[in-house]
C-alpha cells in the first residue's frame, strides 16, 4: 500500500471516521481505523461494533493497494501539527509498518508507526438487498429533522430503549421525523419528500450525533436503506450503517391533540427570556412554571417556591383567543423547545379536554415543512 495525499485533507477524514470510536472499546482493535487503498481512492472505516462510519477520499496520486488498521489517536495527534502538505504513505505488510514521509522544501522528515493486520478490523455490516427499504432525500433534509427532533428523545436507555431516537416515517405523501421522551414529542415533516408505501425505522441517539457531526446542510444526495438488522445513510463522501433496536415505537399521532381551540401568540424570544428569568424561584425539585391568561392580551409568566417564600412573575404582550386559564409546565420542556423554532413568534395551543399543549412556529420557513411540538402539563397540585 502506497499512495500521497494531503494532510489536511486526511486528517479531516480521520476526525471524522475517528468520532465513532469510545473512550473503552470492547476491543483493543477498536481503537484503530482502516485504512484501504482500492482503485484511487482511499477509505477509511470506523467502528464500534454497533455503528460503522466509512468516508472516502481521492489521494493525489496512488502507487499500490492494500489495507491497514492504524492507530487512530497517534495519527490524529501527529498530523494535526502539520500544516497542510503533501504526504507520501508506505506500507510494509509484512512488519505492519507504515511509513510517512514529508518535505516542503525547507524542511523534510518522515515518521513510522506499528499498524493491525485489516482482518481483524471487524467487518463492514451489508445490508440484505431483498428485504431493503429505501427513502432518497438530501442531506440538509435529514440534518433538519434530526436538529428540530432529537433534543425530545428519551435517554432512558434501560426501560425505554425503543424510543431514544428519532423515528423516520416515509408515507406516499410526507416524510417525517419524531422524537418523544413521554413528556414531549416533536415532529418535523417535510411535504416534498415521498416514497411508495409506508414504513418507519428509529435512529438511534448516537448514530444520530453522528450524522450532525459529520455531514454538511449542502443538500448533498442521501440515500437511507435499512433492512431488519441495520440502517445506512449514504453519501457521495461518507456511509454510515447502524444496528436497529428492538421494540416497535409507539402509535404517537394517538397523542398528538387535534383539537385546540384556544390558542396564543406570543414573541419567542421575549417568552423565552421571561422563562429563564423567572426559573430560578421555583422549587429546585419541581422547576415548575405558571402560565396565567387572563384577558387577550397580557399573559403573566410566574414561578415561586412555596417553601421559601420566594417568587417573580413577568407580564408580557400577546394575543389570545380562548377563554382565560393557568396552565403549569415543567420550565426546562418550554426552554428547550423554543430555540429550535425559527420564527419570531410562537403559537401556543390549549384545549379544554387534553392534558397538553401544542407549540409551534407561526410562519414555517418553507411551504413544504412543518413543525409541532406537544409537551406535557404539569400538575398543580405540586406547585
Do not use: W
Amino acid at each position: 500500500m502506497e499512495f500521497t495525499v494531503s494532510s489536511g485533507l486526511l486528517h479531516k477524514h480521520l476526525s471524522n471516521a475517528s468520532r465513532i470510536l469510545s473512550g473503552k472499546p470492547a476491543f483493543h482493535i477498536l481503537d484503530y481505523l482502516l485504512m484501504k487503498v482500492e482503485g484511487d481512492t482511499l477509505s477509511i472505516m470506523g467502528s464500534d461494533l454497533e455503528n460503522t462510519i466509512l468516508t472516502a477520499l481521492k489521494p493525489e496520486s496512488v502507487d499500490s493497494q492494500g489495507a491497514l488498521a492504524v492507530p487512530s489517536k497517534l495519527l490524529l495527534d501527529t498530523l494535526k501539527e502539520f500544516p497542510d502538505i503533501p504526504m507520501h504513505f508506505t506500507a510494509d505488510m509484512e512488519s505492519l509498518q507504515l511509513k510517512v514521509k514529508y518535505g516542503t522544501g525547507t524542511k523534510e522528515g518522515e515518521f513510522s508507526f506499528s499498524c493491525q493486520p485489516a482482518d481483524e478490523f471487524p467487518e463492514m455490516p451489508v445490508l440484505e438487498r431483498e428485504d431493503v427499504t429505501s427513502i432518497e432525500t438530501t442531506s440538509d433534509v435529514l440534518l433538519a429533522g434530526i436538529s428540530k427532533t432529537l433534543f425530545t428523545a428519551s435517554v432512558d436507555y434501560l426501560s425505554m430503549p425503543h424510543i431514544c431516537g428519532v423515528y423516520i416515517e416515509a408515507k406516499p405523501q410526507h416524510l417525517r421525523f419524531v422524537a418523544t421522551d413521554a413528556n414531549r414529542i416533536s415532529c418535523y415533516t417535510r411535504t416534498d419528500i415521498h416514497c411508495d408505501g409506508e414504513h418507519g425505522v428509529l435512529l438511534k441517539n448516537r448514530p444520530a450525533q453522528l450524522l450532525q457531526a459529520i455531514m454538511s446542510n449542502d443538500g448533498e444526495p442521501l440515500l437511507i436503506e435499512f433492512d431488519t438488522r441495520n440502517l445506512q445513510f449514504t453519501t457521495p463522501m461518507y456511509t454510515l450503517v447502524c444496528r436497529l433496536s428492538e421494540g416497535k415505537y409507539p402509535d404517537y399521532e394517538k397523542v398528538i391533540p387535534t383539537g385546540h381551540p384556544d390558542e396564543m401568540i406570543v414573541d419567542r424570544v421575549m417568552f423565552l427570556t421571561a422563562l429563564k428569568q423567572v426559573a430560578p424561584f421555583s422549587h429546585k425539585g419541581k422547576n415548575l412554571v405558571e402560565l396565567n391568561i387572563e384577558n387577550s392580551e397580557r399573559l403573566t409568566v410566574r414561578a415561586q417556591n412555596t417553601d421559601s417564600g420566594n417568587e417573580a412573575h413577568q407580564q408580557l404582550l400577546m394575543q389570545y383567543k380562548g377563554e382565560p386559564r393557568s396552565v403549569y409546565f415543567n420550565t426546562q420542556l418550554l426552554t428547550d423547545s423554543l430555540p429550535i423554532i425559527a420564527s419570531q413568534e410562537v403559537l401556543l395551543s390549549f384545549s379544554p379536554t387534553a392534558k397538553n399543549s401544542m407549540l409551534r412556529p407561526t410562519i414555517m420557513e418553507s411551504d413544504v415543512e412543518d413543525l409541532r411540538m406537544v409537551i406535557v402539563h404539569s400538575n398543580a397540585d405540586v406547585y
